[in-house]
């Protein structure tokens, strides 16, 4: 057996290094590749028998926006490819990559990625300050071969799709190869650079066409889309040699014509260049090191288990430092930066709040809350999309934020159709006598957006292109979908209780949360009924229940959005003369849906305890079942709650025991790749269904049954980076991986308020499985760093920091007797009771210990 971790004075480098990934192999699929990236572009590493591979993305490249006309069928929207680069080592001679030579070496503490093959050798990584790519190439063969750096479009040259173009240039610009694409449809444009150069080797860069690359061929076209070019790769020719060469990649975007993101490569590049490799990789290796400082999760188990799901952990946080960071734009769910089989992929291009969130919902007690700033940053620039969507679409105030969305929000409606489109929607209008130029205004549309995602699945008819509807008149999976806007508004709410920042809850966080409170207090379907409650009718829930009442997203979505505002209205001095009608709404807001009322989907029989539901009926397909999203959304029930709210405390908890008998006691049955339900387990306290679903899920047991396209994607449960493809084609995914890492947090050290808006305590090791050893450097609401360590069910120390002052709540681990808190450099005092509560100011460090 492994020997036991002594924690305490961990050596980070040596920690994050458990996480790292080593191949002795080649991989069979591009996907498995090793991930690099800085959080604005990225690429995996892959390698054919010749070459090292790479497909270079950003996230603030899209090819289309809200106001397409163009990708009415699902599935064929793109975005985020810039260009493949192929490192070709061989010319004429031996294969340098295969199983019985190669070495492949993912260092997370470094950022860096080594493969070595026979007689080669390269480094890379993406720096951390600049959109470049660092390769060193070693050759050492004793015949060294030309090497041929190819830089490739990712579709032909000039592709016309309906009203959208896509046009990609090959260019030779100072020695530097140069692929530029720009994408246009309407008023919108957007447009992307790669830049390719080299040093410490002669080089030539040769392009196949009719002047070798040396001018443009066809300029003295009008047109760009026809008779375009046939040559859509160019090659840098490295001079032959022992020794080592210096590659550099750069890309840029814009959405501006009026950018030169060719000369915003370029500058990039040759900066690189002056800098030098090992310059900019010893200040890329100073930013991860102190990355890697600011917080940690090392576990131990006799069957090693622990320091699986800790692996796990670690990469998480690596990969979303690697793809979310300092851009605009989160990456995308499906594929991140990290997409190697061009830009389609399943699901398109548009961001899936539902998959996306399980990605950021970790991040803010791992202290780096910069990597939340691409998400605020694209939900806050489309604020006013949305506050006309929620006019136009709901005839309400506010923001509407859909579940389905492009990168700029929604598209602005026609009057006429927006009219119609609340009359049909709100259900004041029979489907039935929707007109003819709705429908055809609809025609066009993206069939996943959700708006129109009341269209199902298309298919030609005597060569017209024609879809059918799923059957529930406006009821698609994710039209009326309505706790996704609160749960990004509950993100920038939780941003704010992490940072204390009130300027950022004024200008950022406030407005997004009014704007969803506004929306509910002004939603049509929302009414005051005889029993002196608001319903919400005819919404949906988690793509189900369609047409139901009182679904469990909306009713969520307002439970926890009400306090919310109340509390940062408060806080603000704002909106005094509208809190009066919030906190009317929210006392008299009707409960969450539950088995003992009337007409609920799922009833509990005579003398059974109720539980959570999906909506009360009747609802139009049929579904019924129950819902565990009071345990995992908005803060709605967690341990804390058992005191303040024990009727909801006692309700989760016989959901949860309500899901146990449907699986059979078999916890490892609920596991899925999107699958909350290690949360619901650790925010509850119970340690062994929590193990049992965490390793379940890490472990993708039911791939098979949970995958969207298992066949399409080879029927491979995870790749040797430990990424899936859950979603489909070239949808790379970490949901899981954010599961995990969330539910982990929470069995650990948890700071949970007992409802929204209220305040947080924090539980250390509420659902530590028994035969786990633990240690942890995490944060807190308010600023606070809590290092602790259990081992063998005892725990070894408590350090809490507060970077920010304010009051510290922590529940008593030791039960209710007395514990001594002492501040670094200062006195003893005693406290006791259950609830442990000390004032602190910014800077300040204290010990917790029992008073034996």
Not at 99 to 118: E, F, N, P, V, W
Not at 440 to 451: D, G, I, L, T, V
Request: aromatic share 12%.
């Amino acid at each position: 057996m492994k020997k036991a971790v002594e924690f305490r004075n961990i050596n980070m480098r040596e920690h994050v290094s458990r996480a790292d990934l080593h191949y002795r192999h080649t991989v069979e699929r591009s996907e498995g590749g090793l991930p690099l990236g800085n959080g604005r572009m990225g690429s995996l590493i892959w390698t054919s028998p010749s070459a090292l591979k790479f497909q270079i993305n950003r996230a603030d490249v899209y090819a289309n926006d809200s106001s397409t006309n163009s990708f009415n069928q699902r599935h064929s929207d793109y975005a985020y490819g810039c260009g493949f680069v192929d490192i070709d080592l061989v010319d004429y001679g031996e294969d340098v990559f295969n199983d019985k030579g190669i070495r492949q070496h993912l260092s997370l503490y470094d950022a860096t990625a080594s493969i070595s093959g026979i007689g080669v050798a390269a480094e890379a990584f993406a720096a951390s300050g600049q959109d470049v790519f660092g390769v060193r190439i070693h050759d050492r063969r004793p015949a060294p071969q030309v090497v041929n750096i190819k830089l490739k479009m990712l579709r032909p040259a000039e592709v016309v799709t309906k009203n959208h173009s896509a046009v990609s240039r090959l260019i030779i610009r100072d020695g530097m190869m140069v692929l530029h694409q720009q994408f246009r449809e309407g008023d919108y444009f957007c447009a992307s650079a790669v830049v390719i150069a080299i040093t410490g080797r002669d080089a030539q860069v040769r392009m196949n066409d009719e002047y070798g690359g040396r001018k443009p061929v066809g300029a003295y076209r009008e047109s760009l889309v026809i008779g375009q070019p046939n040559e859509t790769e160019m090659r840098l020719c490295v001079q032959p040699g022992n020794g080592s060469f210096d590659i550099f990649m750069s890309s840029a975007a814009s959405f501006d014509e009026q950018e030169d993101v060719i000369g915003e490569a370029i500058r990039t590049v040759r900066h690189a260049m002056q800098s030098g490799y090992d310059a900019l990789l010893a200040e890329h290796r100073k930013w991860w090191h102190s990355f890697w400082d600011k917080s940690y999760i090392r576990l131990h188990s006799e069957d090693e288990r622990a320091e699986f799901v800790e692996q796990h952990y670690t990469y998480y946080v690596y990969l979303m430092a690697s793809n979310s960071r300092g851009s605009q734009f989160p990456p995308n769910f499906g594929g991140m930066l990290l997409s190697p089989r061009g830009d389609l992929r399943h699901w398109g291009a548009m961001h899936w709040w539902n998959n996306m969130n399980l990605y950021y919902n970790a991040v803010l007690p791992t202290g780096h809350d910069e990597l939340f700033h691409p998400y605020f940053n694209m939900y806050s620039a489309m604020y006013d999309s949305c506050a006309a969507a929620a006019r136009q679409q709901w005839g309400s105030q506010g923001i509407y934020i859909p579940e389905v969305v492009s990168f700029d929000g929604l598209e602005e409606l026609p009057e006429d159709i927006a009219e119609e489109m609340r009359d049909l929607y709100l259900l004041r209008k029979p489907w039935e006598q929707m007109s003819d130029r709705f429908r055809e205004y609809a025609y066009s549309k993206r069939p996943h957006e959700s708006r129109w995602n009341w269209k199902y699945h298309e298919k030609y008819v005597d060569g017209r292109f024609t879809y059918k509807e799923r059957g529930y008149g406006p009821f698609g999976f994710t039209t009326h979908m309505f706790a996704t806007q609160v749960g990004i508004a509950y993100h920038y709410w939780l941003y704010y209780e992490f940072t204390k920042d009130e300027e950022w809850l004024r200008e950022r966080a406030y407005p997004i949360i009014r704007g969803v409170a506004e929306f509910f207090r002004h939603y049509p379907n929302l009414r005051k009924d005889e029993d002196g409650l608001y319903h919400m009718y005819h919404t949906t829930s988690d793509e189900k229940y369609y047409g139901g009442k009182d679904t469990m997203d909306s009713m969520a979505g307002m439970h926890t959005i009400f306090p919310i505002v109340l509390r940062a209205s408060d806080l603000l001095g704002l909106d005094r003369d509208i809190r009066p009608a919030w906190q009317e709404l929210y006392e008299h807001l009707a409960p969450l849906p539950r088995s003992d009322q009337a007409d609920a989907v799922l009833k509990t029989g005579e003398g059974e305890a109720a539980v959570w539901i999906g909506a009360l009926g009747p609802v139009l397909d049929q579904k019924s079942h129950i819902d565990v999203k009071p345990a995992y959304f908005g803060s709605l029930c967690s341990l804390e709650t058992a005191g303040s709210n024990p009727d909801m405390f006692k309700t989760t908890m016989a959901t949860i025991r309500y899901q146990e008998e449907l699986l059979d006691h078999d916890w490892s049955r609920a596991a899925s790749e999107m699958s909350g339900m290690a949360r619901v387990l650790a925010n509850m306290g119970l340690a062994e269904p929590f193990k049992q679903v965490v390793l379940a899920q890490l472990e993708c047991v039911n791939a098979e049954r949970d995958y969207c396209y298992f066949n399409d994607t080879g029927r491979i449960k995870s790749f040797e980076n430990r990424l899936t493809v859950r979603e489909g084609v070239n949808c790379i995914s970490i949901q899981r991986l954010g599961n995990a890492a969330a539910a982990l947090q929470s069995a650990l050290c948890q700071s949970q308020p007992a409802g929204p808006g209220q305040d947080s305590v924090i539980r250390l090791f509420p659902a530590c499985p028994v035969d786990w050893d633990a240690e942890f450097s995490l944060w807190c609401p308010g600023g606070f760093n809590v290092k602790s360590a259990v081992r063998g069910g005892d725990i070894q120390y408590i350090t809490i920091t507060s970077s920010l002052g304010g009051t510290c709540r922590i529940r008593n681990p030791w039960g209710e007797g007395e514990v001594r808190l002492q501040k670094v450099g200062g006195e003893v005092h005693m406290l006791e009771g259950s609830l442990l509560q000390f004032e602190t100011e910014s800077g300040d460090e204290f010990k917790l210990y029992p008073n034996r």
